[in-house]
């Protein structure tokens, strides 16, 4: 199918009336028409590259709406999460992950990197997510996590005992297992500095050189604390003893950081994936995106704990944390803050770009509903939400439109039963 967009976004800015020839699932050619051809698919709106969730624990999924009473902090809120984790069998973590991908799908992504870490020592759970995301026709990077400790210097207890493969090494052995397709990508993951220790994390960094690694970095003051107690290193300085940070690293979160910690990971060309909704809900704090992206870190985003699956907003809130923690307005510019939606070689696929070549994965944004009616086009994604995405294509074939999955059908439906099953 062949594809004729009123607007799409293109490598070098906005263009009209932009005819997209596609062939095995990748853009053929993209060229500007005066008339629409018959027997393409029409996008109206404004057409963007499919976004790339960077950042996804599909399983926190099934806590949203149902951690709000009592307040507490990050870390009463990972007691619920815990809880939750030890219910989980490659079964129904199929059930919930296939209906979770199936909102991201609905709201625009074509690529989740999934930071994997209940895997009971098996690859069972990490082919369930496969599975999830081939039936909902969108990319997986199975970012499979090593998790060996339930603190710095402490074991795991009962429920992270089913994270751990006991060491780096046999983590890696197991990891060497799964075989990567057009689906599903295999990258490697440090859970943290809390959960790997300082011996082990140059295994990890080392075991797979030519795939992503991911690591959640500084998301709250008490790992830096107890690192800094413990070695003597920020948790980023660590990371540079142990050769793990590089450009196809990631650094998830990055919210407290020193200047040299900045410093460290943008002269490396690390990574940086905010996930601005989930960092409020959790109550983390604001990193600082605007230093890390000049210091050289390409930036990304992810929804992680779901409490919102809505790439359009992350993108806005990326932008509004700045506004609200420097009092400056347009501290990235439109194509900054797209190029982080978009971010998918943080996940080792192609993608984020509009051109021969590049998968054909795009976002068709309404620019005529209440919220986006009245915007300029060239800024309609800071003011559309999920709910204005009308039409998702991944891979040159159509897998959503108007709300509506293609193969899965009301998912709704399919995220009310998975999560029901789950705390039933
Ligand atoms: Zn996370």
């Known amino acids: 199918m062949n594809f004729w967009c009123e607007r799409a976004w293109l490598p070098d800015g906005l263009a009209e009336r932009v005819l997209i020839r596609v062939e095995n699932g990748a853009v053929a050619s993209v060229s500007t028409v005066d008339t629409i051809p018959l027997g393409v698919r029409r996008l109206y709106g404004v057409v963007v590259p499919g976004f790339a969730n960077a950042h996804s624990h599909a399983f926190h999924r099934a806590l949203r709406g149902r951690t709000h009473d009592g307040g507490g902090t990050f870390w009463t809120w990972r007691e619920g999460m815990y809880a939750l984790a030890s219910k989980l069998t490659p079964q129904s973590y199929y059930r919930l992950a296939r209906a979770v991908y199936g909102e991201m799908a609905l709201a625009g992504v074509s690529a989740v990197g999934e930071f994997h ?46 994270f751990s493969d006991g060491t780096a090494q046999a983590w890696a052995n197991r990891v060497s297992e799964l075989k990567s397709d057009d689906v599903m990508k295999v990258g490697a993951a440090i859970h943290s500095v809390r959960a790997v220790p300082r011996a082990e994390l140059s295994v990890v960094a080392q075991a797979f050189p030519d795939a992503p690694l991911h690591v959640h970095l500084s998301e709250q003051p008490a790992e830096n604390e107890a690192c800094l107690a413990a070695y003597g290193l920020t948790p980023t300085a660590l990371l540079h003893e142990a050769g793990a940070l590089s450009p196809r690293t990631t650094a998830v979160h990055a919210t407290h950081l020193t200047p040299e ?20 809900d959790l109550a983390d704090g604001i990193g600082p995106a605007r230093e890390l992206a000049d210091a050289g870190s390409p930036l990304s985003l992810g929804s992680d704990q779901h409490a919102v699956i809505d ?32 971010r998918h070689s943080a996940l080792g696929w192609q993608g984020g770009r509009i051109e021969p070549g590049a998968p054909c994965d795009l976002v068709a944004i309404s620019c005529s509903t209440p919220r986006t009616a009245g915007s300029l086009p060239q800024q309609v994604f800071l003011s559309a939400t999920a709910s204005d995405v009308d039409t998702v294509v991944v891979g040159g074939r159509v897998v959503a439109s108007g709300g509506v999955h293609e193969t899965l059908g009301d998912v709704g439906r399919l995220l009310a039963d998975a999560v029901e099953e789950l705390w039933a």
């Open 311 to 342: 790439p359009l907003l992350e993108t806005r809130a990326l932008e509004h944390n700045e506004r609200l923690r420097t009092g400056q307005r347009g501290r990235f510019s439109p194509a900054e803050l797209l190029a982080a939606a978009t």
């Open 261 to 280: 910690d900045i410093t460290l990971l943008g002269e490396s060309g690390t990574g940086a994936c905010f996930c601005p909704t989930t960092e409020a």
């Open 117 to 162: 870490y209940v895997h009971d020592r098996s690859n069972e759970f990490g082919y369930a997510l496969r599975e999830a995301a081939s039936d909902v026709s969108i990319r997986l990077t199975l970012l499979d996590t090593c998790y060996l400790a339930g603190g710095i210097d402490q074991p795991v207890n009962e429920v992270q005992q089913r």
